[in-house]
């Protein structure tokens, strides 16, 4: 069994017209959010082993602020294709990593994470920002991953559904 933790990116600022949507920060909202999502990870002892992030800023900084919060300590990686990605990219890339990896999370944008959750576990989930959904996957080896993988959707948390720090 394999699993994946797949988040959506936190809330993320509209105010400068002059950015273009790759380069747009988190809100104050989204910097509050990201933070607790990781430590909630981490007192649900589901931090990831291996954490891959699309390279937008929103999603980039989201996957650092889980991740400094959850005390991860193994690798971020990004992948410019996560950018706007729908499923066949986020099954393509994970098809590559290593076996060693038991649990790896995927960072990135709607639609296409509601879409993985979606296809992944046969479940309707809206993935509202800095949501995670823990899909288990009945595979032993990435690689062999596909779309409709007959996940089973384990958790899913919405940081209004958390404890206050």
């Known amino acids: 069994m394999?699993?994946?933790?797949i988040l959506r990116h936190a809330k993320?600022?509209?105010g400068n017209s002059q950015l273009s949507d790759h380069d747009r920060p988190l809100n104050d909202r989204g910097k509050y959010d990201a933070p607790r999502m990781g430590a909630w990870l981490k007192r649900q002892k589901m931090v990831p082993e291996l954490i891959i992030s699309s390279t937008a800023e929103r999603a980039l900084t989201t996957a650092e602020l889980v991740a400094l919060s959850a005390d991860f300590e193994g690798e971020l990686r990004t992948?410019?294709?996560?950018y706007?990605?729908?499923p066949p990219t986020y099954v393509e890339i994970l098809n590559e990593l290593p076996d060693s990896y038991e649990r790896v999370m995927v960072v990135g944008h709607n639609p296409g994470m509601e879409e993985l959750v979606s296809l992944l576990t046969d479940t309707d989930r809206p993935m509202t920002t800095a949501?995670?959904?823990?899909?288990?996957l009945p595979i032993d080896s990435w690689s062999d991953l596909t779309i409709f993988a007959d996940g089973r959707l384990l958790h899913h948390w919405q940081p209004r559904d958390l404890p206050e720090r």
């Open 12 to 14: 993320s600022d509209w």
């Open 84 to 86: 706007l990605a729908g």
């Open 2 to 5: 394999k699993t994946l933790l």
């Open 79 to 82: 992948d410019r294709k996560f």
């Open 131 to 136: 949501n995670v959904a823990v899909v288990e």
